[in-house]
């Protein structure tokens, strides 16, 4: 199984709502700071959102306000509810679970589109 698997992508125009969620299926990525990537065409990939296992938050200036990221302990999953989504915000986003030791594996998911437009 995969380590990471997204889902919640689609289409919704501007002003709009989505919610992403990604599945950690791994038990150690407990200890983990979960997060959200995204990347638009020809652009380099960048963060959006991150949140650590002790639940400490970080957002990108463009999304404060707009975005919120969460994650269920018990599920092991990490969600980000995207409000008042921008035609800017199109882009695929990816889930990242970056590990507590350098030394350690960072795992990334498959990417899911989001695009944003009327």
């Known amino acids: 199984q995969a380590p990471l698997v997204e889902s919640g992508g689609g289409l919704v125009q501007p002003g709009g709502s989505l919610r992403l969620s990604c599945a950690a299926t791994?038990?150690?990525?407990?200890?983990?700071?979960l997060g959200w990537y995204r990347q638009a065409p020809g652009e380099q990939r960048e963060l959006v959102a991150t949140?650590?296992?002790?639940?400490?938050?970080k957002y990108a200036d463009s999304v404060k306000g707009r975005f919120t990221i969460s994650r269920d302990y018990g599920k092991n999953t990490v969600s980000l509810q995207m409000n008042s989504l921008k035609p800017e915000d199109t882009a695929v986003y990816y889930c990242?679970?970056?590990?507590?030791?350098?030394?350690?594996?960072?795992?990334w998911g498959q990417g899911t589109q989001v695009t944003v437009s009327s």
């Open positions: 949140i650590t296992s002790a639940g400490s938050t």
């Open positions: 990242n679970a970056d590990p507590p030791w350098a030394s350690f594996q960072a795992y």
């Open positions: 791994r038990s150690t990525f407990s200890i983990y700071t």
